[in-house]
């Protein structure tokens, strides 16, 4: 190899090492008090699958302190459920933390109904927190079971 590929083949390294260490301060950890470890292995065992995602945010600032899953997991635009159209996670986030209601929706996502898609958000009592979840494929749970599921997860870990 040539000096000069070596030189571009180094900084084309030290440019992907740079870009994930952006990327991995950019990502929220978890609300104060929590450790992460842990509320991500209560959400796991409370919604965990690949294609489900779970955000929450401070209420009055609307800051990200939490995501669970990755951003492209969490991206996907899918039926909302309540008449035509699609939404995102974010979309349902920004719309509880608007007006702090609770929502629990489920439809399909296929003509022939052989996926789903789960959404739930709402107020996490006494924290100053909202969540928005989201689950979606051939085993999606209903998003009030997404939300009783959540409820006793975030409890587990003391939010």
Avoid at 98 to 104: E, L, M, V
Wanted: proline residues 4%; positive net charge.
């Amino acid at each position: 190899m040539s000096t000069h590929h070596a030189i571009a083949a180094g900084r084309s390294l030290a440019a992907l090492v740079l870009a994930g260490l952006a990327l991995a301060a950019c990502s929220p950890g978890a609300p104060e008090g929590v450790k992460k470890d842990d509320l991500d292995a209560a959400v796991s065992r409370a919604i965990g699958d690949p294609a489900s995602c779970l955000l929450i945010a401070e209420q009055q600032s609307g800051k990200l302190v939490y995501r669970y899953n990755t951003h492209t997991a969490c991206a996907r635009a899918l039926p909302a459920c309540a008449g035509a159209g699609t939404q995102t996670i974010d979309d349902l986030l920004k719309a509880t933390l608007k007006d702090g209601q609770t929502r629990t929706l489920s439809c399909s996502t296929t003509a022939d109904a052989s996926r789903g898609v789960g959404w739930a958000s709402g107020p996490i009592p006494g924290k100053g927190l909202v969540y928005a979840a989201m689950m979606e494929g051939d085993r999606a749970f209903p998003g009030r079971m997404m939300a009783d599921r959540l409820s006793r997860a975030f409890h587990d870990v003391g939010l």
